[in-house]
């Protein structure tokens, strides 16, 4: 099946699939306009080459086959020094902020793209080893999807909800699912996105402090793409009408305190890691990289 390529002004109209989303998105107007910029346009800054490019994934990518390997090849093929850092997807935000600063570099300058949770784990790392070396080297961060709130699947999956039905089939459903992910020693991370685990955290995130350019794309969906990472359904279940991007609340996804904010429609929550339904990752990253470039 052939799909429609995605473009940022692809889908825009967020009150007509989700009525009850609450967000200006005019506030973001100006970044909006920036990143379409960059995405038409291909031309990445030459200056970007001083850079190693180092991706920080995200939440259950270990079981995703060729997580982030088109952005990966995508971005080498400009001539760009791009590797994956050796943490955990399924690791909590601690054991990952430890094996962050462990890896990263303290003599190469570098930038950041964190999908998902890898967010959560580098703003760890930032608070708790403040004085970390690897960090005076850090020129950029972008983060996609990277959450404030708890997933409303883990969740539910974990018990801290009531479960949206509770016929046999649906709770043998959810209690394979979470099987699953405790047997590919997914927990920790699991417990992190949940209620209980962002609330033990947040004084954390609030606190980490940046001492670079921070660019933060927060998605809204109307399908989903990967299997594994994409629960519409759930969701749209336990709070009709509000926009999501298949894994988190679009409103949980902002991070403007902080940094630079994007909100962008038709991206599902796998999608930047896994391409899929007509999205390229590369170049959606590239125009995220331009971005922190246009700000050094």
């Not at 909800?161 to 979470?178: A, D, E, G, H, W």
């Not at 429609?265 to 995220?288: T, V």
Request: proline share 6%; glycine share 8%; aromatic share 12%.
């Amino acid at each position: 099946m052939t799909y429609q390529l995605w473009h940022p002004t692809q889908l825009t109209d967020i009150e007509k699939y989700y009525p009850n989303t609450t967000l200006d998105c005019t506030v973001y107007n100006d970044a909006f306009e920036e990143y379409t910029d960059a995405f038409e346009k291909k031309q990445l800054d030459p200056r970007i080459k001083q850079f190693k490019i180092i991706i920080v994934r995200g939440f259950l990518s270990a079981l995703m086959p060729g997580y982030m390997s088109k952005p990966i090849k995508y971005l080498r093929n400009l001539g760009l020094h791009v590797v994956m850092a050796p943490i955990r997807s399924g690791g909590s935000v601690l054991t990952n902020a430890s094996l962050l600063v462990n890896y990263l570099p303290c003599d190469q300058n570098y930038m950041l793209l964190c999908h998902s949770k890898g967010g959560l784990d580098l703003l760890s790392a930032l608070k708790l080893f403040p004085g970390a070396p690897c960090f005076r080297c850090l020129k950029g961060i972008a983060f996609s999807q990277t959450t404030t709130g708890a997933s409303a699947v883990m969740n539910e999956l974990s018990g801290f909800i009531p479960l949206q039905s509770s016929t046999l089939c649906y709770r043998f459903k959810n209690k394979v699912m979470m099987t699953g992910i405790k047997s590919s020693f997914h927990g920790p991370a699991a417990y992190d996105l949940t209620t209980p685990g962002i609330e033990k955290n947040r004084q954390i995130y609030r606190e980490a402090n940046l001492s670079c350019p921070l660019v933060s794309v927060a998605s809204w969906s109307i399908k989903p793409s990967s299997w594994v990472d994409s629960y519409h359904q759930r969701l749209n279940h336990f709070n009709p009408g509000v926009a999501h991007d298949g894994q988190f609340y679009l409103t949980d996804q902002l991070w403007a305190d902080k940094g630079v904010q994007l909100v962008l429609g038709g991206i599902d929550h796998a999608q930047p890691g896994m391409g899929e339904l007509g999205f390229d990752p590369g170049l959606f990253w590239e125009a995220l990289l331009q971005m922190l470039i246009n700000r050094l």
